[in-house]
């Protein structure tokens, strides 16, 4: 989902330090339900420093946290909670922020944050404890034995790596840790989202230097992390926050651009919104229509874009329905009796985003030229495209325990594997790929580069089965994503039915076919890094090249090339009646066999094998479209009173017919021994001909005569000319040559021969 799709929400609102209040952009939200009152976390902080609660009464310094929690979990149980607050600032009494406050208002508000969200039980117990075991002397065993197995995993999950033990390693390392562990878990990557949230919106405090390096990892990492997850109410605001600090001056100027449209008189947002609640309610559609002002650096994006910006630019209308059915009934009054921009319709309902979004997308023009983009979605979709993977609840709960959700989990299973069902494709991709990257700035780089790409698309394999890639993703991505490092020996692909380069960029939807070698020798080409898009294959590729310096120039590269026979796979092949011939390992050049082509012109099948209207007349089979039985064939008196048999689609064919020259009449007679040309196309790799001389040998054809072209785009041409005792061998012969690996088609040869 773009950013352009919400404005920040403001989950859990808090009081920005004096020295942080510069930076923290101030959205205003037209749409906001009744607001709690704005929470003093330094007043919840002395309250906390009071003591310890009375016991089984709920502390007084989480109340707004229970409340918010109990609007989306109206019966969950706050004993956990309770308990976990109790341990939280007994273990963090005495220390403080560097803002001036007690330090359990930053696991009091990172909690808040979460509540807002919907977050249930689980997560908020872990959220309140997510500093112990880093900061005080709470150990992970001591939480598990509170607070059971579930908590104990998301404490751990968000705990940092200690710099004295990793260096200058400790934080790819941090994130590395974490991101594994999100893998078992999604809640574990919410709780460190909010934890960033509250730490960026006081931020102010650090000295500048800090601040820019913060806010660059926020950028690069955290930010993409939330797009991925769907958390966009956290997204957006992370996204303003680092506008503020990175760019200051565009944040002032955007800031002053929001400031202006405020001011104006006349808003012609809420103008098309009250038209759009009269259209609805004469179809009798029960709807809310919230105005959505754009966020900061979504006013920035369109500002860039279209220059100039006029009042309905500045945000977004929002329509809310109760079910599916009725977004598209919305959607077809409003191109009714409105004036629809068409080509902003786009349907994310029917085909959701890989981050869980749902909407419909359109777009109505004012009498006036404005355009006003219109959202419609229902209220889970919305709370979804808000809240993300923390609006799923507890997903590792069974379905059938509906209170599973608000209580915390007991314990793992006995193995310590945890199954996460709701494991997005992009994830398991990073989890494959750094395992690959031992090397933390390797790793660190790597992260940044991958979650940069913010698009996915789904492309489908023959066999039904689906893979997940970036937007831009070649069929080399596609190979090492189905296939790990066997990829090394792919020899090309099939796209949508057609061949295609290991180069070619898939799109969404497409199907594709990845051919595989089975020569153990294969390999990777250097220039497959060039089309790499997934880092996947990059670090697949590099780990192999860089343990075979002087690799790199195989079965991959757009030069394949054909390999010589085993000796074994050769002349000495028992019933051959003429020699193959041969191409070095590597040859580029053409290579023929002369004396093979000089016998093919002396031992022509005998004319007794077909049969014709001109008793007596030599008869000669084509050499441009080698008929066989039972192709349905056709004559022409040539000179010399030779008569030549073409198959009827020959081309030839048409060039004696065009010429005026009458056709004989010709027929098979009991034929059995045969002659055929067929040529074979395939992808260059080592011993690719001894195979392919193997499975001729193998149905009992003899090769009076081979050629084997320069390969062109990583594809060879291989034109045999063979002898079969039997005639239905033909279609054996090409299927047994269709399945020698690398061979991608095999055919009758059709190529224009003398015409006299």
Partial sequence: MSAEATN?????PVAPTA????????????????????????RLGRAALLGPAVRGKLPDAISHVVEAHRAHHPDADLDPLRRAYVLAESSHRGQMRKSGEPYITHPLAVTLILAELGAETTTLTASLLHDTVEDTDVTLDQVREQFGEEVRYLVDGVTKLEKVDYGAAAEPETFRKM??????????????????????????????????????????????????LGVQALKTELEDLVFAILHPDEYEHTRELIAGNAARRGDPLAEVSDEVRGVLREADIQAEVLIRPRHFVSVHRVARKRGRLRGADFGRLLVLVQEDADCYGVLGELHTCLTPVVSEFKDFIAVPKFNLYQSLHTAVARPDGQVVEVLIRTHQMHKVAEAGVVALGNPYAPASDASASDSPATDAPADGERADPTRPGWLSRLLDWQRAAPDPDTFWSTLREDLAQDREITVFRPDGGTLGLPEGASCVDAAYAQYGDDAHACLGARVNGRLATLSTVL????????????????????????????????????????????????????????????????????????????????????????????????????????????????????????????????????????LTVHRLECATVVQMKSRGRAEIGVRWGDT????????????????????????????????????????????????????LPDAARLPALMRAMRDVPGVYDVARAQHPGPAS
């Fill in 19 to 42: 020295t942080a209040a510069a930076t923290t952009p101030a959205v205003p939200r037209a749409d906001r339900r009744k607001s709690r009152p704005r929470i003093d976390l330094r």
């Fill in 8 to 12: 920040p929400a403001t989950p859990g």
């Fill in 179 to 228: 991101l594994v562990a999100t893998g078992s878990d999604v809640r574990v990557m919410s709780i460190k989202l909010a934890d960033r949230l509250h730490n960026m919106r006081t931020l102010g405090v650090m000295r500048p230097e800090k601040q820019a390096r913060i806010a660059k990892v926020t950028r690069d990492v955290l930010i993409p992390l939330a797009e991925r």
């Fill in 672 to 723: 059995t021994e045969i002659r055929v040309t067929l040529v074979a196309e395939s992808f260059g790799r080592p011993h690719l001909l001894a195979d392919l001389t193997e499975a001729i040998s193998a149905t009992g054809a003899d090769i009076v005569s081979a050629t084997v072209e320069p390969p062109t785009q990583q594809r060879v041409r291989h034109t045999y000319t063979l002898q």
């Fill in 507 to 642: 799109r969404d939807g497409d199907t594709v076919q990845l051919l595989m070698g089975q020569d153990p020798a294969s390999e990777p080409s250097r220039e497959w890094l060039e089309h790499a898009h997934t880092p996947a294959a990059r670090i697949a590729i590099q780990r192999w090249l860089a343990a075979h310096p002087d690799g790199g120039t195989g079965s991959g590269t757009d030069e394949a090339t054909a390999a010589r026979p085993d000796p074994a796979d050769g002349t000495a092949t028992a019933g051959r009646t003429a020699p193959e011939s041969t191409a070095p390992e590597g040859a580029t050049a053409k290579s023929t066999a002369a004396e093979g082509t000089a016998r093919e012109s002396a031992a022509r099948p005998r004319s007794a094998d077909v049969l014709s209207d001109r008793p007596g007349a030599t008869v000669r089979l084509a050499g441009c479209c080698t008929p066989v039985p039972p192709d349905e064939i056709t004559g022409f008196a040539v000179r010399g009173g030779v």
